[in-house]
């Protein structure tokens, strides 16, 4: 769905009641900004987002019932609608969730003993310009995370993470496509192409599409293989 009015519509997915209406609170106080919903788990976020456009989707990363249903949700809210913005707003900081959450395609990391309800109130306004946000530890959890070897006996190749649209996306920005080309090839709309080429970028950890094609020369990788797996010469 695409937004039809000129407030951005935020989604808050928060298990705890008082944050939950704090983050509402902080939303509705300012004109740019409409509140789509609360929700206190992910079930209630997929059906909302079903119903009503949503820009940017704020969510924490663990319930009670599921401790890893935060990144379960984010995968399955992108699937339903790849155009929307999502934020992690969490008490958690360990290495593996940054990972997770970074390779399902958050736009921002927030936690919540670091950052206030004003910021992320900024956050969703950064994030709907393209502009990611993380907290100072998530920045520095990124940095150890990016020293790592990007293949090992256990670990999964970055390439290797790609869903099957954005490895079309990614040989088409080998083949040098603006996103208006991209769009007319695949039948889509360029905002779509867009955030799925930021997508393919935050998992590559590239900044920049024009560093794809030095990247696969880098890992002897021609262009991205049909189905999950990725071809090396």
């Known amino acids: 769905m695409q ?9 808050i997915v928060e298990d705890h009641h008082i944050l939950r209406n704090a983050l509402a609170q902080a939303m509705s106080l300012d004109r740019d900004i409409e509140v789509a919903g609360l929700c206190r788990t ?27 249903g935060g990144i379960k949700l ?3 809210a992108l699937a339903l609608a790849p155009d929307t913005k ?24 927030l936690l919540k003993d670091e950052v206030d309800t004003v910021d992320v109130v900024r956050a969703v306004k950064a994030v709907q310009a393209d ?3 993380y907290s100072d530890t998530i920045i520095k959890v990124m940095a150890r995370l990016l020293q790592e070897p990007l293949e090992s006996a256990t670990a ?17 920005l080998m083949d040098g496509l603006s996103n208006a080309e991209i ?4 039948g889509v709309a360029e905002k779509t192409v867009k955030t799925h080429v930021s997508h393919v970028l935050q998992k590559l950890g590239l900044t920049s599409r024009y560093q794809v094609a030095g990247y696969l020369r880098q890992q002897g990788t021609r262009r991205p293989g049909p189905a999950g797996r990725t071809p090396r010469t």
Not at 3 to 11: D, P
Not at 156 to 164: G, M, N, R
Not at 183 to 186: G, N, T
Request: glycine share 4%.
């Open 42 to 68: 992910p079930e209630e976020a997929l059906i909302r987002i079903g119903q009503v456009p949503v820009d940017v989707m704020i969510t924490d990363l663990e319930w009670r019932e599921d401790p890893y």
């Open 74 to 76: 984010i995968h399955r």
């Open 183 to 186: 769009a007319q090839c695949l």
């Open 131 to 133: 502009k990611p946000v």
């Open 86 to 109: 999502v934020i992690v707003f969490s008490a958690h900081d360990d290495e593996e969730r940054v990972r997770q959450a970074i390779q399902a395609g958050v736009d921002g990391y």
């Open 156 to 172: 999964v190749h970055p390439l290797d993470t790609l869903t099957a649209r954005e490895r079309a996306i990614l040989s088409f």
């Open 3 to 11: 937004r039809t009015g000129s407030r951005l519509r935020v989604l």
